[in-house]
Protein backbone atom coordinates (compact mmCIF):
# COMPACT_ATOMS: atom_id res chain seq x y z
CA UNK A 1 0.00 0.00 0.00
CA UNK A 2 0.90 3.31 -0.71
CA UNK A 3 -0.52 6.46 0.64
CA UNK A 4 0.49 9.62 -0.83
CA UNK A 5 -0.60 13.18 -0.05
CA UNK A 6 -0.66 16.53 -2.66
CA UNK A 7 -0.26 20.01 -1.59
CA UNK A 8 0.30 23.27 -3.58
CA UNK A 9 -2.78 23.97 -6.05
CA UNK A 10 -4.12 26.73 -5.18
CA UNK A 11 -5.32 30.02 -7.78
CA UNK A 12 -2.80 32.14 -9.80
CA UNK A 13 -3.17 34.48 -12.68
CA UNK A 14 -1.81 33.35 -16.13
CA UNK A 15 1.79 33.51 -16.36
CA UNK A 16 2.42 32.89 -13.48
CA UNK A 17 3.80 29.83 -11.29
CA UNK A 18 3.05 27.13 -9.08
CA UNK A 19 4.68 24.10 -7.31
CA UNK A 20 2.27 21.00 -6.24
CA UNK A 21 3.75 18.29 -3.88
CA UNK A 22 3.22 14.94 -3.54
CA UNK A 23 4.21 12.71 -0.26
CA UNK A 24 4.65 9.62 -0.12
CA UNK A 25 3.57 6.88 2.60
CA UNK A 26 6.85 4.81 1.96
CA UNK A 27 10.59 5.23 0.34
CA UNK A 28 9.94 6.80 -3.30
CA UNK A 29 13.01 4.72 -3.90
CA UNK A 30 11.07 1.76 -3.91
CA UNK A 31 8.10 3.18 -5.76
CA UNK A 32 8.73 2.47 -9.89
CA UNK A 33 7.05 5.29 -11.25
CA UNK A 34 5.82 8.37 -9.78
CA UNK A 35 3.66 10.86 -11.78
CA UNK A 36 0.99 13.44 -12.60
CA UNK A 37 -1.95 13.47 -14.01
CA UNK A 38 -4.60 16.44 -14.27
CA UNK A 39 -8.52 15.89 -15.01
CA UNK A 40 -10.09 19.42 -15.83
CA UNK A 41 -13.99 19.46 -16.38
CA UNK A 42 -15.82 17.62 -18.56
CA UNK A 43 -12.40 15.61 -19.89
CA UNK A 44 -10.72 12.67 -18.97
CA UNK A 45 -7.72 12.43 -16.70
CA UNK A 46 -4.48 12.57 -18.56
CA UNK A 47 -0.61 12.62 -17.70
CA UNK A 48 1.13 15.48 -17.41
CA UNK A 49 4.55 14.06 -15.73
CA UNK A 50 6.08 10.88 -14.84
CA UNK A 51 9.51 9.97 -12.98
CA UNK A 52 10.86 6.69 -12.24
CA UNK A 53 12.90 5.47 -9.28
CA UNK A 54 16.27 5.49 -11.67
CA UNK A 55 15.38 9.22 -12.37
CA UNK A 56 13.96 8.91 -16.40
CA UNK A 57 11.29 11.56 -16.68
CA UNK A 58 9.03 11.93 -19.23
CA UNK A 59 6.98 15.52 -20.10
CA UNK A 60 4.07 15.85 -22.01
CA UNK A 61 4.40 18.30 -25.01
CA UNK A 62 1.99 20.32 -23.73
CA UNK A 63 3.52 21.40 -21.05
CA UNK A 64 7.22 20.48 -21.91
CA UNK A 65 9.12 23.77 -21.44
CA UNK A 66 6.72 24.71 -18.70
CA UNK A 67 6.97 22.60 -16.10
CA UNK A 68 9.59 20.06 -14.22
CA UNK A 69 8.89 17.03 -12.44
CA UNK A 70 11.65 16.30 -9.91
CA UNK A 71 11.81 14.46 -6.26
CA UNK A 72 13.13 14.72 -3.11
CA UNK A 73 14.04 11.19 -1.74
CA UNK A 74 14.64 11.89 1.50
CA UNK A 75 11.70 13.73 1.60
CA UNK A 76 9.87 10.83 0.13
CA UNK A 77 8.19 14.11 -2.28
CA UNK A 78 8.00 14.52 -5.85
CA UNK A 79 7.15 17.85 -7.12
CA UNK A 80 5.57 19.31 -10.07
CA UNK A 81 7.35 22.85 -10.83
CA UNK A 82 4.85 24.96 -12.97
CA UNK A 83 5.79 28.45 -14.72
CA UNK A 84 3.98 30.04 -17.55
CA UNK A 85 0.59 28.78 -16.66
CA UNK A 86 -2.85 29.18 -18.91
CA UNK A 87 -5.75 28.79 -18.39
CA UNK A 88 -5.78 25.40 -20.17
CA UNK A 89 -3.92 24.15 -17.14
CA UNK A 90 -6.58 24.75 -14.95
CA UNK A 91 -8.19 21.22 -13.16
CA UNK A 92 -7.88 18.95 -10.45
CA UNK A 93 -4.00 17.18 -10.36
CA UNK A 94 -3.37 13.83 -9.51
CA UNK A 95 -0.39 12.27 -8.29
CA UNK A 96 -0.03 8.73 -8.68
CA UNK A 97 2.58 6.09 -7.96
CA UNK A 98 2.99 2.39 -9.48
CA UNK A 99 4.83 -0.28 -7.82
CA UNK A 100 5.15 -3.77 -8.46
CA UNK A 101 2.05 -3.15 -11.08
CA UNK A 102 -0.34 -1.47 -8.52
CA UNK A 103 -1.42 1.82 -9.47
CA UNK A 104 -2.43 3.90 -6.45
CA UNK A 105 -4.07 7.73 -6.20
CA UNK A 106 -3.72 10.88 -4.52
CA UNK A 107 -6.84 13.00 -4.06
CA UNK A 108 -6.05 15.39 -6.06
CA UNK A 109 -5.26 19.12 -5.71
CA UNK A 110 -7.24 22.14 -7.73
CA UNK A 111 -5.28 24.54 -9.70
CA UNK A 112 -7.38 27.53 -10.95
CA UNK A 113 -5.41 30.23 -13.52
CA UNK A 114 -7.28 33.34 -14.03
CA UNK A 115 -7.09 34.77 -17.28
Known amino acids: QVQLVESGGGLVQAGGSLRLSCTAS????????MGWYRQAPGKQRELVATRTNSGSRNIVDSVKGRFTISADNVKNTIYLQMTSLKPEDAAVYYCKATRLGYDYWGQGTQVTVSS
Open 26 to 33: RSILGINT
